[in-house]
């Protein structure tokens, strides 16, 4: 995907898919989570694998690829 494709992308989702972050760890920017989504839409990867590649828990990976697939589903 071209930089600016996914640029335009982010801007579109930045709203449905930015966190805050807490007193204990900072938010997974809107920018990794995109990215998580859409290395696992277009390669097939298991969450796991996406999990490892990105430095995330599993759980963590498996709601962010949830959330960012219902938005995109919704903006697109």
Not at 12 to 23: E, F, G, H, V
Request: charged fraction near 20%.
């Amino acid at each position: 995907m071209p930089p600016r494709t996914f640029d335009t992308l982010l801007e579109l989702l930045r709203p449905a898919i930015s966190k805050q972050d807490t007193n204990y760890r900072p938010a997974i920017s809107a920018h990794d989570c995109l990215a998580m989504t859409i290395r696992f839409l277009a390669t097939g990867e298991t969450q796991r694998d996406v999990a490892v590649n990105f430095l995330a828990g599993r759980s963590t990976v498996s709601s962010i690829l949830s959330e960012a697939s219902e938005a995109l589903w919704l903006v697109l």
